[in-house]
């Protein structure tokens, strides 16, 4: 079930945080390719860019609030599933450029920690058993807005996939 929460487009002010914060990819490509915004994507340019990736022009983004991107263009979300939680209690996926998806974390929380353990979105969705690469900067944002203790991002990525299960059925039936 999606649920559309289209008056919560506030951003949260530990994402406000997260975009100020440089993330370096690396050229051998070991770091974490994340580019957070500063606010969350309009909901015309989320439904507009949803409608492209799934191929159904009939749909609308109001489920996801678009708050970064990889280099190649694929976003990270928080998308709205569980019904009357706020944006910071909703889970944060990845869709890629090229049609992959995942689930990060199970919250904004988890999210913090994900990061803080060296992972951006693309890597705990498409790389989850990658080796951490604890960033102690992002731990202290982390600690400072998390309403969970520190979790190894494995157990954080692991345990939010298995609650959302059906995350790529859950995408496939919107490509229809």
Do not use: K
């Not at 960033?135 to 996939?161: C, G, S």
């Amino acid at each position: 079930m999606i649920e559309t929460m289209s008056e919560d487009r506030v951003f949260p002010p530990a994402l406000a945080e997260v975009a100020r914060v440089e993330f370096e990819y690396g050229e051998a490509g070991e770091g974490v390719d994340f580019e957070p915004y500063a606010a969350f994507d309009s909901a015309e340019e989320t439904t507009d860019w949803l409608c492209h990736w799934t191929g159904n022009h009939e749909l609308s983004g109001d489920a996801f609030r678009v708050f970064g991107q990889d280099g190649s263009g694929g976003l990270a979300a928080v998308w709205c599933v569980r019904p009357g939680r706020p944006l910071t209690e909703q889970p944060v996926v990845f869709m890629g450029s090229e049609g992959e998806r995942g689930v990060v974390a199970g919250d904004l929380s988890g999210f913090l920690w994900v990061l803080a353990d060296g992972f951006g979105p693309m890597e705990a969705a498409l790389y989850p058993e990658r080796t951490a690469r604890p960033n102690a900067d992002l731990a202290e944002l982390a600690a400072r807005h998390a309403t969970t203790p520190r979790r190894p991002a494995r157990e954080i990525i692991a345990e939010a996939q298995a609650e959302f299960a059906t995350f790529d059925e859950d995408m496939d039936a919107l490509c229809r």
